[in-house]
Structure formats: structure tokens, C-alpha cells
């Protein structure tokens, strides 16, 4: 097949190159505006039915958090303003307490705030943008068989059950983390690939809006900590909340009875049980099983110059970071800035894209499992919340030097790895402070008794130990 550079697409007389782009999910819809917009002639493949049309959203979470990275994403390619509209802006995180007691923990400094998209909805937009271009088809109900690497022939399954031949000069895997175009990575040689359940799932809950408006305080992402499991709401647009409540899936176990289910919820989320409603509890919590979350990581991500993997296919990571979407968006725009660095030499671009893109997903697959012990544990924490106040002192007395691991993974585009890198590098520097300020303010405390010890009263060494002991007890 004749290629050609995209820019020069007018002419009649030479063909564009075909990209296919097998999955129709969030990545996958954003990928093909990216690529349509570049002058690609892109073919969509989704399995599922055209969810814009569907009776029935089947899929996963309902919220995600959109951040800085999947709107500049979004900016791209024109959506960016569309989408935010429909989001619902989350400034901190809201602690609740066994007792009911709610504490705000800021994300950042005043002003930066994550937003709560809806799923669906941002699937349906994106599909939508991606329509508009005329070099761009969706085909919906088409399930990948298989592909050759060699040729790049893909055999899909039609909606009328019959095999379909598609030829494309670059196939762009957006299936997610259970990829079928992945499964030819497998076969070949040096491909590293793992993937990882953890022993907790998850399972949604409904928090119906209270005489008309939000049960609780809307500009907040609500979390419940308590140690090995934790509950999350996030605000939706029609005044729910979506509560998710992750828990071993040992734990889930045990309960058996809409009874079981309310004691439970009445000695660890007290305050909630009379937001979602006590029937609506016992009714919800059987409905549908605990899911389970797996992380992913693979390298490289991209076969000769056939085929390259973006979000899920290449890092599912679990959801404690909120950057599943953001790191999936980013995927495309990395790949979009590379092309234009690489004159849009495919095989060029999609080595570059492996080299720089590989290290900073399993970075962000990593993060995320380290947050879901912040979330679920270390908020509880009084050093945690004291580190917290402090970064966010440091950081604004030295804005370039010292910023906060989440400000930097939140709200900017700094590579993960780096974030990651310059993380331990302030922890370190921190910590050493802190030491220091303690065995300096030790040593002037030892100091100053020494020298004025002949005014002190005396006091005997049992007098002392009987002192000391008494106070252990608080």
C-alpha cells in the first residue's frame, strides 16, 4: 500500500495511511480524534454495541476524576471546555471519622481541584468528536479475532457472526486491561508482561440526592479510612453521590444478610446509613458481586511498526490515584508530540514512544497501589497530616523546589518516573530536617539544664520514673 504524509492528504492522486484502532472505550475514541485530526484515515473497531444508542450502559465505575493531564489531553483536540462543563469540581478530600466528624484535606493550593466526569457520558462525547471527522468510521459489534504481526491483517467477528479481513497500515491497541490485541505481544520474544489482582474489590452504592440537592457537601471527594478497607463518594449531575466501598474480598465474605449488611455499616459508616437509605443498603449491597481491580504492566508497547498498546492494554492500574483516564489521555498526546518531533516516521515514533512512555506508567502503576494504603490508612494519621500542612508550607515558601507528590502527579504534566524520583529525593530532604530540628532542639534543651541546673529543685530518680510512668498512661 502506497503511504504518504499526512499533511499533504488532499491529493487525490496517493493514499492515506489507515490506522485501526481496536477498542472504542475513552482511550480509544480519543485516539482516533488525535489521529483523524492529523489527516489518518481511522477505522474504530468496538466489540460492544454503540453505546450511544444502548438501552443499558454495561461497563465499569460510573465517576472517574479528570486532572491536568487528561484535560490537556482533552484541550487537544477541542473538548477539553465540553467536558469540564459536565464535571463536577472536587477541591479536597473530605474525611469522615467513626463518629460522623468531617475534615477537609485540601488536594492543593487554593483554586486547583480534580473534576467528577461521568463515564458514559464522556465515552458517548468522545465517540461523538471522533464522528465528526470524515476520515474517521466507527464500527461497532466487531470483535477481534486475531492479527499478524507480519502484515498487519486483522480477522474480526462481524455483528452477523461472519469473519471480516481489515488491512491497516498501523494498529493501535485501546482494548483494555484484558487486550485481545495483546494476546500476538505474548507470542513473541522479550516481551515482559505481569499482571496483578489485589485482594480487595470494590462494589457501588447509590447516596440519592435529600430534598432536592446533595445528601452531603458536593466540592468534595468523600472518603471513609478505616485502615484495611475504606468508602468513596463522588458527585454526580443529577445530585447523587456514587459511593464505592473497597474492602477484601474476605470481608465481603462474611456478609450474607441485609441485617449483616447494616451492623456492618452501623459500627464503621454510622453517618451514611441514613444518607443511602437502610433499605436501599440491603437491597444494593447483594445486587451485583464485589469486582475485582488488577494492575498491568507490559514492555514494550509496541510491536515492529505494526502495532503499538495505549491506556489499559498497556498499564491498567488500580483506581487510588485517579489517573487510570489521565494516563490513558496522555498516552495520546505523548504519542501525538513524538509524531510531530518525528515527522510521523511510524516506526521511528513508536520505538520513542516504548523508550519514554514505558517507565512512567509503571511508575503510576506503583503510585497507585502505594495511595490506596494512604487513602484507606495513613489520612488517619496525625504525622501524615503534619507532613501534609508542612509540604504545602515548603512548597509555598519554595515553589520550585519542594512540591508535593500529589500536586505534581495531579496538576502538571511532570513525567511520572520523575515525579516519583523527585518524591523520594524531598522526603529524604525533609525527613533529615526534621531529624536535625529534633536533635538540635535536644541538644539546646540539654544544654540550658545543664547550665542552669544549681537553680533546679532536686528531685530523686524514683520521684522521676513515677512521673514518667504516669504519663505513659495518656
Same mark, same amino acid.
Given at each position: 500500500?502506497?503511504?504518504?504524509?499526512?499533511?499533504?492528504?488532499?491529493?487525490?492522486? +496517493?493514499?492515506?495511511?489507515?490506522?485501526?484502532?481496536?477498542?472504542?472505550?475513552?482511550?480509544?475514541?480519543?485516539?482516533?480524534?488525535?489521529?483523524?485530526?492529523?489527516?489518518?484515515?481511522?477505522?474504530?473497531?468496538?466489540?460492544?454495541?454503540?453505546?450511544?444508542?444502548?438501552?443499558?450502559?454495561?461497563?465499569?465505575?460510573?465517576?472517574?476524576?479528570?486532572?491536568?493531564?487528561?484535560?490537556?489531553?482533552?484541550?487537544?483536540?477541542?473538548?477539553?471546555?465540553?467536558?469540564?462543563?459536565?464535571?463536577?469540581?472536587?477541591?479536597?478530600?473530605?474525611?469522615?471519622?467513626?463518629?460522623?466528624?468531617? +475534615?477537609?484535606?485540601?488536594?492543593?493550593?487554593?483554586?486547583?481541584?480534580?473534576?467528577?466526569? &461521568?463515564?458514559?457520558?464522556?465515552?458517548?462525547?468522545?465517540?461523538?468528536?471522533? &464522528?465528526?471527522?470524515?476520515?474517521?468510521?466507527?464500527? =461497532?459489534?466487531?470483535?477481534?479475532?486475531?492479527?499478524?504481526?507480519?502484515?498487519?491483517?486483522?480477522?474480526?467477528?462481524?455483528?452477523?457472526? *461472519?469473519?471480516?479481513?481489515?488491512?491497516?497500515?498501523?494498529?493501535?491497541?485501546?482494548?483494555?486491561?484484558?487486550?485481545?490485541?495483546?494476546?500476538?505481544?505474548?507470542?513473541?520474544?522479550?516481551?515482559?508482561?505481569? *499482571?496483578? /489482582?489485589?485482594?480487595?474489590?470494590?462494589?457501588?452504592?447509590?447516596?440519592?440526592?435529600?430534598?432536592?440537592?446533595?445528601?452531603?457537601?458536593?466540592?468534595?471527594?468523600?472518603?471513609?479510612?478505616?485502615?484495611?478497607?475504606?468508602?468513596?463518594?463522588?458527585?454526580?449531575?443529577?445530585?447523587? =453521590?456514587?459511593?464505592?466501598?473497597?474492602?477484601?474480598?474476605?470481608?465481603?465474605?462474611?456478609?450474607?444478610?441485609?441485617?449483616?449488611?447494616?451492623? #456492618?455499616?452501623?459500627?464503621?459508616?454510622?453517618?451514611?446509613?441514613?444518607?443511602?437509605?437502610?433499605?436501599?443498603?440491603?437491597?444494593?449491597?447483594?445486587?451485583?458481586?464485589? *469486582?475485582?481491580?488488577?494492575?498491568?504492566?507490559? +514492555?514494550?508497547?509496541?510491536?515492529?511498526?505494526?502495532?503499538?498498546?495505549?491506556?489499559?492494554?498497556?498499564?491498567?492500574?488500580?483506581?487510588?490515584?485517579?489517573?487510570?483516564?489521565?494516563?490513558?489521555?496522555?498516552?495520546?498526546?505523548?504519542?501525538?508530540?513524538?509524531?510531530? *518531533?518525528?515527522?510521523?516516521?511510524?516506526?521511528?515514533?513508536?520505538?520513542?514512544?516504548?523508550?519514554?512512555?514505558?517507565?512512567?506508567?509503571?511508575?503510576?502503576?506503583?503510585?497507585?497501589?502505594?495511595?490506596?494504603?494512604?487513602?484507606?490508612?495513613?489520612?488517619?494519621?496525625?504525622? #501524615?497530616?503534619?507532613?501534609? /500542612?508542612? &509540604?504545602?508550607?515548603?512548597?509555598?515558601?519554595?515553589?520550585?523546589?519542594?512540591?508535593?507528590? /500529589?500536586?505534581?502527579?495531579?496538576?502538571?504534566?511532570?513525567?511520572?518516573?520523575?515525579?516519583?524520583?523527585?518524591?523520594?529525593?524531598? &522526603?529524604?530532604?525533609?525527613?533529615?530536617?526534621?531529624?536535625?530540628?529534633?536533635?538540635?532542639?535536644?541538644?539546646?534543651?540539654? /544544654?540550658?539544664?545543664?547550665?542552669?541546673?544549681?537553680?533546679?529543685?532536686?528531685?530523686?530518680?524514683?520521684?522521676?520514673?513515677?512521673?514518667?510512668?504516669?504519663?505513659?498512661?495518656?
Amino acid at each position: 500500500m502506497e503511504t504518504v504524509s499526512s499533511h499533504t492528504h488532499e491529493s487525490s492522486s +496517493s493514499k492515506r495511511k489507515v490506522i485501526a484502532v481496536v477498542g472504542g472505550g475513552l482511550v480509544g475514541s480519543l485516539n482516533a480524534c488525535f489521529l483523524a485530526k492529523r489527516g489518518f484515515d481511522v477505522e474504530v473497531f468496538e466489540s460492544r454495541e454503540d453505546i450511544r444508542q444502548a438501552k443499558v450502559v454495561r461497563g465499569r465505575s460510573i465517576n472517574l476524576a479528570l486532572s491536568h493531564r487528561g484535560r490537556q489531553a482533552l484541550k487537544h483536540v477541542g473538548m477539553e471546555d465540553k467536558i469540564v462543563s459536565k464535571g463536577i469540581p472536587m477541591h479536597a478530600r473530605m474525611i469522615h471519622n467513626m463518629k460522623g466528624k468531617r +475534615s477537609p484535606i485540601p488536594y492543593g493550593k487554593k483554586g486547583q481541584y480534580i473534576l467528577s466526569v &461521568d463515564r458514559a457520558n464522556l465515552n458517548k462525547e468522545l465517540l461523538t468528536a471522533a &464522528d465528526v471527522y470524515p476520515n474517521t468510521t466507527l464500527n =461497532f459489534n466487531h470483535k477481534l479475532h486475531d492479527w499478524s504481526p507480519k502484515t498487519g491483517t486483522m480477522t474480526f467477528i462481524g455483528p452477523d457472526g *461472519q469473519r471480516k479481513e481489515i488491512q491497516a497500515d498501523l494498529i493501535v491497541g485501546c482494548d483494555g486491561a484484558f487486550s485481545a490485541v495483546r494476546k500476538q505481544f505474548l507470542r513473541q520474544s522479550r516481551f515482559n508482561y505481569s *499482571q496483578t /489482582y489485589i485482594p480487595h474489590g470494590y462494589m457501588e452504592l447509590t447516596m440519592p440526592p435529600k430534598d432536592g440537592d446533595f445528601a452531603m457537601e458536593p466540592n468534595y471527594l468523600h472518603i471513609w479510612p478505616r485502615n484495611t478497607f475504606m468508602m468513596i463518594a463522588l458527585p454526580n449531575l443529577d445530585r447523587t =453521590f456514587t459511593c464505592t466501598l473497597f474492602m477484601p474480598f474476605e470481608d465481603f465474605e462474611k456478609i450474607h444478610s441485609g441485617e449483616e449488611v447494616i451492623s #456492618f455499616f452501623q459500627k464503621y459508616f454510622p453517618d451514611s446509613i441514613p444518607l443511602i437509605g437502610v433499605e436501599a443498603l440491603k437491597q444494593d449491597f447483594f445486587r451485583l458481586p464485589a *469486582q475485582a481491580m488488577v494492575s498491568v504492566k507490559c +514492555s514494550p508497547y509496541h510491536l515492529f511498526d505494526k502495532c503499538v498498546l495505549m491506556g489499559d492494554a498497556a498499564h491498567a492500574v488500580v483506581p487510588f490515584y485517579g489517573q487510570g483516564m489521565n494516563a490513558g489521555f496522555e498516552d495520546c498526546l505523548v504519542i501525538d508530540e513524538i509524531m510531530d *518531533q518525528l515527522n510521523e516516521n511510524i516506526a521511528a515514533v513508536l520505538e520513542e514512544y516504548s523508550r519514554v512512555r514505558v517507565p512512567d506508567d509503571h511508575a503510576i502503576a506503583d503510585l497507585a497501589m502505594y495511595n490506596y494504603v494512604e487513602m484507606r490508612a495513613h489520612v488517619n494519621s496525625r504525622y #501524615f497530616l503534619f507532613r501534609k /500542612y508542612l &509540604d504545602n508550607i515548603l512548597h509555598f515558601i519554595m515553589p520550585k523546589t519542594i512540591i508535593p507528590l /500529589y500536586t505534581m502527579v495531579t496538576f502538571t504534566r511532570t513525567r511520572y518516573h520523575e515525579a516519583v524520583n523527585h518524591w523520594h529525593w524531598q &522526603d529524604k530532604v525533609i525527613t533529615q530536617g526534621l531529624w536535625l530540628c529534633g536533635v538540635v532542639s535536644a541538644a539546646g534543651g540539654t /544544654y540550658v539544664l545543664v547550665r542552669h541546673s544549681h537553680k533546679l529543685p532536686s528531685v530523686s530518680v524514683e520521684h522521676l520514673w513515677t512521673r514518667i510512668l504516669a504519663l505513659k498512661r495518656f
